[in-house]
């Protein structure tokens, strides 16, 4: 398929999905490239990087299939959102915040996000390892338009992104320097 077959896929999947579209492709720029054979060093696959057995969970039965990615991939950010919603409901009222937390369950695991979360409240995104970090300060702005994620890391460590404008240049030359490599 063609970049723009692919990106036609995918906005008809996001908005059956009820996920914007923007934010989608910002997921699948940064997760595969919109690369269909891509595979990290962990083991996830295709355009939206599934793991094999959360392809399974959102009943994937080749990830290497745009069609069935990008509907497994659409349809495990729902599941996320769920999750994240089930345990800070709070979130709902604030995409701004909302998103990133999904986000970063989508990169890092919801679990891990939900025990950031419960031990650290709304400065969880100081406690997050730096690759999900700079994941979110890349995707998450194409997700709202609500202004800036403000993270509060007094008493915690130094946080590297709290969404400064220099970050998001470093997140998406990062993503340039990796699409040069590939």
């Given at each position: 398929?063609?970049?723009?077959e692919l990106e036609q896929l995918a906005t008809r999947i996001a908005q059956a999905e009820n996920i914007p579209v923007r934010g989608f492709f910002a997921l699948v720029q940064a997760e595969s490239n919109w690369d269909v054979n891509a595979v990290s060093p962990v083991g996830a696959q295709g355009l939206t990087q599934?793991?094999?057995?959360?392809?399974?969970?959102?009943?994937?039965?080749?990830?290497?299939?745009?069609?069935?990615?990008?509907?497994?991939?659409?349809?495990?950010?729902?599941?996320?959102?769920?999750?994240?919603?089930?345990?800070?409901?709070?979130?709902?009222?604030?995409?701004?915040?909302?998103?990133?937390?999904?986000?970063?369950?989508?990169?890092?695991?919801?679990?891990?996000?939900?025990?950031?979360?419960?031990?650290?409240?709304?400065?969880?995104?100081?406690?997050?390892?730096?690759?999900?970090?700079?994941?979110?300060?890349?995707?998450?702005?194409?997700?709202?338009?609500?202004?800036?994620?403000?993270?509060?890391?007094?008493?915690?460590?130094?946080?590297?992104?709290?969404?400064?404008?220099?970050?998001?240049?470093?997140?998406?030359?990062?993503?340039?320097?990796?699409?040069?490599?590939?």
């Amino acid at each position: 398929m063609t970049r723009a077959e692919l990106e036609q896929l995918a906005t008809r999947i996001a908005q059956a999905e009820n996920i914007p579209v923007r934010g989608f492709f910002a997921l699948v720029q940064a997760e595969s490239n919109w690369d269909v054979n891509a595979v990290s060093p962990v083991g996830a696959q295709g355009l939206t990087q599934l793991m094999p057995a959360t392809a399974v969970e959102v009943g994937v039965t080749d990830p290497f299939d745009p069609e069935q990615s990008l509907l497994g991939g659409a349809q495990y950010l729902n599941l996320v959102k769920g999750w994240v919603l089930s345990a800070a409901p709070e979130l709902a009222a604030t995409p701004n915040e909302l998103w990133p937390a999904i986000l970063a369950s989508y990169n890092w695991g919801i679990g891990n996000w939900r025990n950031a979360y419960r031990q650290h409240g709304d400065s969880w995104l100081c406690y997050v390892p730096e690759e999900t970090e700079l994941y979110v300060a890349r995707v998450s702005p194409a997700f709202h338009n609500e202004g800036e994620l403000i993270v509060n890391c007094a008493g915690g460590p130094p946080a590297r992104a709290r969404r400064f404008p220099w970050l998001l240049l470093l997140a998406v030359a990062a993503g340039l320097a990796f699409r040069k490599t590939q």
